[in-house]
């Protein structure tokens, strides 16, 4: 008998059809003798709906108040499913986060896991239930209704699997598993058996969307085996996501991902002086901005051009910040580039591979993609190109990496 | 400064519109000086379109997951209000059944109340807050939510304002208060400035719809003074419910009520031996059958016919009863007449007022309206007529009590 953590997320169960289809997946795990906790996001598009309701009454609701809102959705999703499972004859009951007694911090919106009693969960598995959790939630010191934020429905799974020690977690999503890239863009992209939580961080941030980057650095720390799997064929195997992988020799690297949502920000004639990459590094990141790939011109006179990425959604605010602060940087004009994308490779092996990113080069210099910047870090190498050759430079990358 | 307890239906919080009309009656009560708790029912159709959605899923759902399922539309209620009163500029802050400590038994679906913490809402009171309490709902002695059933927000209001010892509970409605008769059939039907507390229980049970009975037994109990006003005329005094009232003497009777959820079942040609009565009644009791009026023919030789009321709803259950036990009732067959309807006049002061009988028959009389059956009480009297009489009876019965 296994302890298994099951999470499905909104499009899941948006209707009753829907609803039926994961009971089936949920009973099925069940009724072949393991012990169960599902945990459940908002139906459909619940959670923009209330959004919208609050948005009316007052554009810059309360933070608190939207949380005691957005939470009902989810609560709703596991009253549905407990009703039929029950209905299939599965025993199963249904759990707020309060319930749970998941803690978090007072950080409304975007609240952190404190602890999770277990208490609740382990009595009712001990009555042979199905645990349904309402996902995304849960409860402050002062008994406050918290949110936790994007990808919280994967995190509030993932710490649930830690706090009882699961066996597994499953995150049903609507693709099979991790590709090596995405295969809308990518035809010749492979289903990963395995991939390390480092690879998948790597690939998250770099913008696959497969799992939120928060629940897998909780499943890190915790050591908490992920699958990722498809709710369409819940028993074809997904990918899992953990510590070391069998396979990790196979492949140089895990995966390609492409980023669009990204600005390219050109700060052009700044004095050449001591300090002023920091002066102007401090000033972004005290405006709470994350910088990307940085690139500097060398200081060939009195004047350098300081180059850096910015996550597209920043960009206003990054302008602001620049032109409330031109006399004190001293610089002559800001040049803005919106037609760029990132374009990644990861691989935990990449550090003691010689001649990963050269092959990366190559692929690009054969197919005559112009490189604009280079990044690299333990595990992964990034280059920006122009947004039009994005998906381009990853099917020629991947054919390097990847051939047929 | 008083303490102030109001409530609020679902069609008076189903949009942004009217959210916004609510919120001003808050505003406005809350900038006079006054402490303020508002209870709140689920936005218009919430709670109906719940149940549909469980119903869906399986037509017999758990009840103590259709508490669960139906107990957000509460919470998204008063989250929704306490975001527009803060754009309003008005301090708010929204609490759910379980955060305000409202304990209930485990009677899923129909539960009571059986105490109320106070202190989360004193703590809040104290910072200046409005507090919005998600009404209908509590939470019993396992952490699970619980609903109050029919009614529930009203009495959730009203256990409120008796745990805190507020001033006043003020129920909005869409009316401005109680009538002598319902204004809808009697065109002369005056608002009554006060009502005791044994009033409004015999007009609601009698088929007044304007408070749910279970709230005035509430705060008959714990001397809680109930007003009953319109949330689209919030400055128009109401009418209210309490002990004594001051004008008792002005008028006989408080109100006239017509209640046409009646069936008439008579039991033709029961044998006429001691005990069969008293064995029919019990036989219904023992069903659960809300036997109203009764009569019995006069036994004038071996068979007898027994004659009585029962709520519309019981109808089939009394049918199925009395078929059962065709034998040992010894009855020869069975009539139902669902073309009746009870028409009764309520009043605290009726036992010492001698002739109050007399007229309500007198003014039948004059009218041709045939009486089927009467029924009295310490403070009511009923009659049986035809359906198609029942409003007449009603405006020639508050023509005679309150002369134009």
């Not at 209330?50 to 949380?67: G, H, M, Q, T, V």
């Amino acid at each position: 008998m296994s302890l298994i953590v099951q999470k499905f997320g909104g499009s899941s169960v948006a209707d009753a059809e829907r609803i039926r289809r994961v009971a089936g997946i949920i009973a099925e795990t069940y009724q072949a003798g393991n012990e169960l906790i599902v945990i459940l996001s908002a139906q459909g598009d619940t959670t923009d709906e209330l959004i919208a309701k609050a948005a009316e009454l007052n554009p810059r609701a309360s933070k608190r108040e939207l949380d005691m809102l957005m939470s009902t959705g989810e609560q709703a999703s596991v009253a549905l499913m407990a009703i039929c499972l029950k209905g299939m004859g599965v025993p199963a009951v249904s759990l707020t986060g309060w319930q749970i007694g998941l803690k978090t911090n007072s950080e409304y919106g975007s609240a952190r896991i404190e602890s999770l009693s277990g208490d609740r969960i382990k009595k009712e598995l001990g009555q042979g239930r199905v645990i349904l959790v309402a996902g995304f939630q849960g409860v402050n010191s002062s008994n406050d209704i918290t949110t936790l934020g994007r990808g919280g429905s994967d995190t509030s799974a993932v710490a649930v699997a830690a706090a009882m020690g699961a066996d597994k977690c499953q995150i049903f999503t609507d693709v099979d598993g991790v590709y090596t890239a995405d295969p809308r863009k990518v035809p010749g992209a492979r289903k990963l058996d395995e991939i390390t939580y480092t690879e998948m961080l790597e690939l998250a941030s770099l913008g696959a969307q497969v799992l939120h980057n928060r629940s897998v650095e909780l499943a890190k720390k915790y050591h908490v085996q992920m699958e990722v799997l498809s709710s369409f064929k819940p028993n074809t195997p997904g990918t899992l996501v953990k510590e070391v992988t069998k396979n990790m020799e196979q492949f140089e690297i895990a995966g390609i991902a492409k980023d669009t949502n990204t600005t390219l920000v050109e700060v052009i004639g700044l004095k050449d002086e001591p300090g002023k990459a920091f002066q102007l590094f401090r000033l972004l990141s005290n405006a709470k901005i994350n910088v990307d790939i940085i690139l500097q011109s060398s200081g060939c006179g009195v004047r350098k051009d300081i180059v850096f990425t910015i996550p597209r959604a920043d960009q206003e605010k990054t302008l602001v910040s620049l032109e409330e602060h031109k006399d004190a940087l001293g610089y002559e004009r800001i040049a803005v580039d919106q037609d760029v994308a990132k374009v990644s490779i990861v691989g935990a092996g990449m550090a003691s591979t010689p001649g990963v990113a050269a092959r990366m080069f190559e692929a690009l210099a054969d197919a005559k993609i112009n490189i604009n910047m280079i990044s690299t870090s333990e595990i992964n190498i990034s280059v920006l190109v122009a947004a039009d050759q994005a998906d381009r430079a990853m099917n020629v990358i991947h054919e390097k990496f990847f051939p047929q």
